[in-house]
């Protein structure tokens, strides 16, 4: 069963002048973790407050758990719901522990005590201390801790890790994971920090202008995606001649990087192992490289293949496309 | 059987979380809400004390001299020797002053303020009707008028008793209470109209639109005697066209009474329930 299926969702803003989400469909099965990604604007909170019931879409359909439901009248469905805002509101005159006792009476569940004081020892959290007085990473671990707070089916979570330092963010993840192993919940997780996608997810859909632009399981998707080939030269007129053969024979490669007798480049999968034939061949005639590394590509650079036509070209010196 | 009851009893206590909402927000300002009662409290037992019906009956003369919009500002019938019209004078024709526009700053401020916070995501992502969160927030605001309105009552009436200048045997308390209830109906009303407004618009045209509308509303009921005859039916398009409290504490007249204070009460039930849907359907914006 799929935990989340959403079916051509649109939402529209100034008389559909503006897409925010433009027809996209998705599933998220039960039990996985969903990276949805896209930078600032593309649409990623707009779905989540689709699903939400914050936003009336202009159409299309939202299935949670197997129920297809009006997100906005179906409240019963959010007693098996956590979710972690992008931009965390809270009371600021009531302490986390009041907080949480509060939104407590708001759920028809069972809360579960003793993992709220076992994730707010782990993540450090001022449970006595005024929201008002807390830093921006504070109040953070406090939404982490109200999004947690139940043995929830589905945790729905906006930029989870804003404001938590690389530590916290570790511990944040390591925390996310138990609870899944426990309750086989599903997570869908939005962020533009992708390295923490590529670590966390199994599956992601990238989203690009209110549009779907990929959805893959992530391995597939580095599979599938470009070769990053790293070379270095004995000198600068060896890697202009291995440039130009590059351009000749290998049109679709696309330069990343250069730097002194550094190269980066692109490459499909398909042409790995000729390249590696003609590099061990010296077929562009010039010394023989000093370095090599092949390594498929990260998130972050799959992520900018379907950006970049946003982005600068490579320049010499260092700017990565 | 069993069933049924395990239903019934599920479905009460999901009823209780709009008022969980109340109270959390009732507790959240109550320290504000008790520290203006009390200011108010103080104000309207220093007033009962100054009450002289010597020193008034004076005034009353002079004030009964003064053109008719004046007279209309201070609520029409001045009676200041007469302690019910003294308290109609002084206290209840301009509570729209500073109870009415405390709880409007208030009430207009509240659901915006969410928005622009943040503060609605985390609430309106639990189990909760947007009626139920809705409903609660207007609770606080009305608990917050009743708290005022009760402190001014103890005020005045603590003052009926220690004031050296009035008679409590000759104080009519029926009249009083009522008038001090119909007092508590009108801020309702106000509360409403400012909630109203808070549904759909930002904190400061909000803000902006429910003092515009009080002002007009104040303008209209209390001044419409100033106006040609053929258009002093225009009082009625105002709230306080409806809160005539001189009618039946100063003249004892009674005519009219039930149907204003019906007046009063249903506007703000429909008021209310048009807010609740205008919030129900809209977007809740990023």
């Known amino acids: 069963m799929n935990a989340i ?36 604007g593309a649409g990623k909170t707009t779905t989540i407050r689709c699903l939400l019931g914050f936003l009336n879409p202009d159409a299309g359909d939202i299935t949670i758990l197997g129920e297809r439901i009006n997100p906005k009248k179906d409240v019963d469905i959010r007693n098996r719901i956590g979710y972690l805002p992008g931009e965390l509101g809270i009371y600021k005159t009531i302490t986390a522990r009041k907080l949480i006792k509060y939104f407590a009476k708001l759920y028809d569940i069972e809360i579960d005590w003793d993992f709220i004081k076992d994730v707010s020892e782990r993540l450090q959290i001022a449970m006595d201390r005024k929201m008002g007085v807390l830093s921006k990473g504070n109040k953070q671990k406090v939404g982490v801790l109200t999004a947690l707070m139940g043995k929830f089916d589905v945790l729905i979570m906006d930029e989870p890790t804003s404001g938590l330092d690389p530590i916290m963010q570790t511990e944040f993840y390591r925390i996310v994971s138990e609870r899944q192993k426990e309750s086989n919940s599903t997570v869908f997780v939005s962020s533009h920090v992708l390295p923490e996608i590529e670590k966390f997810c199994d599956k992601v859909a990238i989203i690009k202008e ?111 496309a | 059987m069993k069933n049924r009851l395990k239903s019934s009893i599920k479905k009460a206590y999901k009823r209780t979380k709009m008022f969980n909402i109340s109270w959390k927000e009732i507790l959240n300002n109550w320290k504000g809400t008790l520290f203006y009662a009390t200011l108010l409290f103080l104000f309207c037992l220093m007033m009962m004390t100054m009450f002289d019906p010597t020193l008034f009956e004076g005034m009353e003369e002079m004030l009964a001299a003064y053109p ?45 303020k969410e928005i622009d916070n943040k503060t609605i995501d985390l609430m309106l992502s639990k189990p909760i009707k947007r009626w139920e969160f809705f409903t609660g927030k207007y609770f606080k605001h009305v608990s917050s008028a009743f708290i005022i309105v009760c402190f001014v009552a103890l005020g005045i009436f603590l003052g009926v008793f220690l004031s050296p200048g009035i008679n409590p ?68 398009f105002s709230l306080f066209g409806y809160f005539q409290t001189a009618d039946f504490l100063v003249d004892q007249v009674w005519d009219f009474v039930l149907l204003h204070f019906m007046v009063l009460i249903v506007y703000s039930v429909v008021v209310t329930v048009i807010a609740g849907i205008i919030f129900n359907k809209r977007d809740i914006p990023v």
């Open chain 2, 169 to 236: 045997a000759e104080v009519y308390y029926g009249e009083l209470i009522f008038g001090l209830f119909w007092l508590f109906v009108l801020l309702v009303a106000l509360i409403s109209t400012a909630y109203f407004f808070s549904t759909f618009l930002t904190p400061r045209m909000s803000l902006s639109l429910s003092f515009g509308v009080l002002i007009t509303f104040y303008i209209l009921g209390s001044f419409a005697g100033i106006f040609p005859e053929e258009i002093q039916g225009i009082k009625y």
């Open chain 1, 5 to 40: 299926e959403v079916k051509n969702l649109k939402k529209y803003y100034s008389k559909g002048t503006v897409k925010a989400v433009d027809d996209i469909s998705f599933e998220v099965p039960e039990g996985s973790r969903f990276g949805f990604l896209g930078p600032n």
């Open chain 2, 68 to 112: 008719e919009a004046i007279q209309q500002m201070v609520g029409g019938q001045i009676a200041l020797s007469q302690i019910e019209g003294f308290i109609h004078t002084y206290l209840i024709s301009f509570s729209w002053l500073y109870i009415g526009i405390y709880l409007m700053l208030k009430s207009s401020q509240d659901i915006p």
């Open chain 1, 210 to 320: 209110g549009k779907i632009a990929e959805i893959s399981n992530v391995q597939n998707l580095k599979a599938k995606s470009l070769k990053h080939i790293e070379l270095e030269f004995e000198s600068l007129t060896s890697k202009e001649q291995f440039l130009k053969f590059l351009t000749k024979d290998y049109p679709e490669a696309k330069v990343k990087y250069q730097f002194n007798t550094q190269l980066t480049f692109l490459l499909p999968p398909i042409q790995t192992r000729e390249i590696l034939h003609d590099l061990s061949e010296q077929k562009w005639a010039g010394e023989p490289i000093k370095d090599l590394l092949i390594q498929h590509s990260t998130l972050e650079n799959i992520f900018m293949e379907y950006y970049e036509d946003k982005r600068a070209n490579v320049k010499e010196g260092g700017v990565v």
